[in-house]
């Protein structure tokens, strides 16, 4: 009788088996959720899998982003070759033997020179000046009022081509953060609601979510700094460009009112 005892006080050890069997699942279990939670806390695994409103949140930021370093290279460029031709323009100005070599360097430069066009504006108004002077005024004094006023026009057609795109640079670097707050927000949100439809709060639950939201933040920085940044550097750089547009539009306007003016002699621009 006790021989039929025995196999099962012996099974002690089959029975220490099962009990540690509920353990070595949960350890497993634990060791899958952490090798789950290691590739969906991947951020390019968190970016393909993040929900609807994220993932329109961070195309738009990648767009915004894009189009800001496009913008940042073309103006850089263009700048440099205003700044150079016009140095280029003014120097051969100066150095010019009459008006049509004048009218020739004009011409050569004008693509990206904004002194050059200023030049060439005023030397069009100068020719195209009417016989008679401005009512109530002399001959002398009105074609120079009239090539004043285009260089007045000019320095504005100048000053606004040159700001061109700089206005989308500062929306990025304005809204680029609050965008991305966006889909901070909405990350958490879902968070939360993940744990209250599972009932848990683990790390398992919470962090996906967070580290969604964290990296939409984190776009919206990659966005707008580099926006501000530049927009900064450029509106200084434009400052500057435009005194100097401002000050040889004014040598221009000292120039014609330095020359006498009659109807036989077709008035003439500044040559440095």
Not at 93 to 117: K, V, Y
Not at 191 to 196: A, E, K, N, R, Y
Not at 211 to 217: D, H, M, N, P, R
Not at 250 to 262: F, I, Q, W
Request: glycine share 10%; aromatic share 6%; net charge negative.
């Amino acid at each position: 009788m006790w021989q039929g005892v025995v196999p099962v006080v012996t099974g002690g050890a089959g029975t220490a088996g099962l009990a540690a069997s509920p353990a070595a699942g949960a350890a497993a279990a634990h060791a899958g959720a952490k090798a789950a939670a290691t590739t969906v806390l991947s951020p390019w695994e968190l970016i393909l899998n993040a929900g609807p409103v994220v993932t329109v949140v961070l195309y738009l930021l990648l767009v915004a982003s894009v189009l800001c370093w496009a913008i940042v290279v073309a103006k850089a460029i263009a700048l440099a070759m205003a700044r150079a031709r016009s140095h280029s323009f003014l120097k051969s100005l100066g150095h010019a033997a009459d008006e049509q070599t004048a009218l020739e360097l004009a011409t050569r430069a004008g693509p990206a020179s904004p002194h050059a066009r200023l030049w060439l504006a005023a030397r069009r108004e100068a020719e195209t000046r009417p016989a008679e002077g401005v009512s109530g005024g002399t001959k002398e004094e009105g074609p120079v009022k009239r090539v004043e006023r285009t260089l007045t026009r000019a320095v504005d057609v100048e000053i606004t081509r040159m700001e061109g795109w700089l206005s989308l640079l500062a929306t990025v670097g304005s809204a680029a953060p609050f965008v991305g707050l966006f889909g901070t927000v909405w990350g958490i949100m879902t968070s939360f609601m993940d744990i209250g439809a599972q009932e848990s709060a683990t790390l398992a639950v919470v962090a996906p979510g967070i580290a969604e939201a964290l990296i939409a933040t984190a776009i919206g920085l990659f966005a707008a700094i580099p926006a501000t940044i530049f927009y900064n550097h450029f509106v200084g750089e434009l400052r500057g460009l435009t005194a100097a547009i401002d000050l040889f539009a004014a040598d221009c306007e000292g120039d014609l009112r330095r020359h006498s003016v009659s109807a036989d002699e077709p008035v003439r621009v500044a040559q440095g």
